[in-house]
């Protein structure tokens, strides 16, 4: 049984979400069994549809819609609660092979649960599941366990000209 490492992709620039779908479709292709788990989001996202071509990838959200320029609501709290329960259900019974936890640094950086839970629900995974966490703002106790921790950094954007997110680019 090959040991599982722990990624990290984080920073503000573009591709964070990306670069784990890349690694995803990847690992299918390989053979290998992927969880996609996607936190704080809700909306209908192009990669939803991957199910539909790759069928060793499942993904779901653990969001409502999008809150990131307001605060979370009691509801958001819970369905991001609700989501860890399950990750870390999927993480300990060793089903999978790859498993992302897409956006949870946001949701630790909006404190929907704590840096200690995701640590322990690490910790508790099963030996050969490599793990990637995304997300803006990865919390120093995070990128520490980490094996393998990239930035993405933001050097230009054309969203700074006012172009608008594309349905199969940004979503």
């Known amino acids: 049984m090959e040991k599982g490492y722990i990624h990290i992709y ?20 390989a053979g290998k069994k992927v969880f996609f788990g996607q936190f704080v989001k809700g909306m209908e996202y192009s990669e939803l549809k991957i199910v ?10 653990f969001g409502r819609d999008c809150f990131i320029y307001n605060e979370p609501t009691e509801k958001d709290i819970l369905a991001a609660k ?21 956006e949870i640094n946001i949701a630790l950086y ?16 099963q030996p050969h599941v490599e793990v990637v966490l995304t997300g803006r703002y990865a919390p120093e106790e995070i990128i520490e366990i980490a094996d393998l921790v990239t ?20 979503f």
């Open 82 to 102: 609700k989501g860890l329960e399950i990750c870390k259900e999927v993480l300990k019974n060793g089903e999978y092979d790859l498993v992302v936890l897409d």
């Open 110 to 125: 909006y404190k929907l649960f704590s840096v200690e839970e995701v640590l322990e629900m690490i910790k508790e995974r």
């Open 10 to 29: 984080t920073g503000n620039g573009k591709g964070k979400t990306t670069a784990s779908l890349g690694l995803s479709v990847r690992a299918a292709l």
């Open 151 to 170: 930035e993405m950094k933001e050097i230009k954007h054309y969203y700074t000209t006012g172009l608008m997110a594309r349905k199969g680019i940004e």
């Open 52 to 61: 539909d071509y790759l069928p060793n990838i499942e993904i779901h959200q």
